[in-house]
C-alpha cells in the first residue's frame, strides 16, 4: 500500500443517514487459464452512515470478491472490474487510479480481514504498530500516538494493555489478534467499515463479543459498516440490512428480519435451515442439496436451478430480476420467478 508520509486532515464526521457507499450494477471478471470468470453480475447496494449491511452466502459467491473490488484489492491482472460503479462520497471508485482508491482507503475506508496473523506484522510489537497509523498518517507526535494505541487496546477489551501493548501478535490468542485488527482499523476513525468474514476464526463465545464490540463502536462513532460472511447467525443481531449472494449475483435483499422471518428466495431458506440455533433441539439439520455451481459453465436461467425444490422450466430458461414479491414489502427484494409460493411456503 502506498502510504504518504506528510500528516493528513482528519475525515470530517458523516451525518446520521448520510448515504456513504452506493455499488451500482457492479461487474466484475476473472481471466483464468479455463476462460473468463464473472464473478460478479450486477451487484448493487447501499450503504449509510450508521447502518450495517450483511452480505452472505456460500463460499464463491462472490461476497469477498465485492469487498476486494471496494478496496481496489483485486489480484492483478487476473480480476477486474468491466461495469458498473462504485460510488464513495461522490467519487466513482472504479474508475479511480488504485493508488487514489488505496490512498482514500487508507483514512476512509477501513477493512478487517478473517485472519489477523496476515495482516499484522510479526516483527513489530502491536502498540507501534498502531501508534505508527497516527504518527505516519496524522502527524501525531511519538508520545501522544503511543497514548492513543493503549487507549485504542483498552476500548477493544485487551487486558492488562499497560504491559501487553509491547507484545508481539505471536504472543496473543486469536480473538485477541481480532479485536488488535479492529482496534487498527478503527484508530482513524473510518467512516465506513468492511469485515470479510471478521470472526470465522474464533470460537462462537469471542465471535458474540467481536460482534457486540463491533455494534458498540459503530453506535458510538456512526460509521457504515458491511459485514461479509457465510454464517447467518452471526451477524443477525448487528446487521440492519441482509444481501445475499448467489454465483456472483444478489438473490434476496432486504431488512435483516424480514428476510431472516420470511425468505422470499429458496436459496435463503436453505441457508436458514441449516443454522443449528433456527433448528428445535434434537431436529435434524437441512442442508441445502447440491454445491455451488462452476462460474466458469452456469446453469441456463436461474443459476440456482439445479439444487432448487421449486424449479420449473421457466426457471431453467429465464433469469429471473430482482424484484419485489406481490404483496409484500417493497424494499424485500428476490431473484426468483416464484417467491410468492416460496414466501406461502415458509
Ligand atoms: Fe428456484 Fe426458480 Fe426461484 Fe430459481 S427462479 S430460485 S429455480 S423457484
Not at 452512515?49 to 481496489?72: D, N, Y
Not at 471508485?93 to 510479526?122: H, K, W, Y
Not at 483498552?154 to 482496534?183: C, L, N, W
Request: glycine share 8%; hydrophobic share 40%; with cysteine.
Amino acid at each position: 500500500m502506498t502510504i504518504s508520509h506528510a500528516p493528513e486532515a482528519t475525515p470530517s464526521p458523516s451525518r446520521p443517514d448520510e448515504l456513504l457507499l452506493s455499488v451500482q450494477d457492479l461487474q466484475v471478471e476473472f481471466s483464468t487459464s479455463a476462460g473468463v470468470v464473472r464473478a460478479l453480475d450486477g451487484v448493487s447496494f447501499d450503504v449509510r452512515a450508521g447502518q450495517t449491511v450483511a452480505i452472505l452466502g456460500e463460499s464463491g459467491s462472490g461476497k469477498s470478491v465485492t469487498a476486494q473490488a471496494i478496496m481496489a484489492l483485486l489480484p492483478k491482472p487476473a480480476g477486474s472490474i468491466v461495469g458498473g460503479r462504485i460510488l464513495y462520497g461522490g467519487v466513482d471508485l472504479a474508475a479511480e487510479p488504485v493508488g487514489r482508491v488505496r490512498e482514500l482507503c487508507a483514512t476512509e475506508i477501513a477493512m478487517i480481514f478473517q485472519d489477523p496473523l496476515s495482516s499484522l506484522n510479526p516483527v513489530y510489537r502491536v502498540g507501534w504498530q498502531i501508534a505508527e497509523l497516527f504518527r505516519r498518517r496524522r502527524g501525531t507526535p511519538k508520545q501522544e500516538a503511543w497514548a492513543k494505541s493503549l487507549a485504542l487496546l483498552k476500548r477493544v477489551g485487551i487486558p492488562d494493555a499497560e504491559t501487553r501493548i509491547r507484545d508481539y501478535p505471536h504472543q496473543f490468542s486469536g480473538g485477541q489478534r481480532q479485536r488488535i485488527m479492529i482496534a487498527m482499523a478503527i484508530a482513524l476513525e473510518p467512516k465506513l467499515l468492511i469485515g470479510d468474514e471478521p470472526t470465522t476464526a474464533l470460537d462462537v463465545t469471542v465471535q458474540k463479543q467481536v460482534m457486540d464490540l463491533l455494534a458498540d463502536l459503530q453506535a458510538e462513532t456512526g460509521m457504515g459498516m458491511v459485514l461479509i460472511s457465510h454464517d447467518l447467525g452471526v451477524v443477525a443481531e448487528v446487521a440492519d440490512r441482509a444481501a445475499i449472494m448467489y454465483a456472483g449475483r444478489i438473490v434476496e435483499f432486504g431488512g435483516i428480519r424480514e428476510v431472516y422471518d420470511h425468505p422470499a428466495h429458496p436459496y435463503t431458506q436453505g441457508l436458514l435451515n441449516s443454522i443449528p440455533s433456527n433448528t428445535a433441539r434434537g431436529e435434524r439439520l437441512t442442508p441445502i442439496a447440491g454445491s455451488p455451481p462452476n462460474l466458469l459453465a452456469l446453469p441456463t436461467g436461474c443459476s440456482f436451478h439445479p439444487r432448487c425444490p421449486f424449479a420449473t422450466d421457466l426457471c431453467r430458461n429465464q433469469v429471473p430480476a430482482l424484484r419485489a414479491p406481490e404483496g409484500w414489502a417493497l424494499e424485500h427484494l428476490a431473484a426468483c420467478h416464484r417467491s410468492e409460493e416460496v414466501l406461502a411456503h415458509d
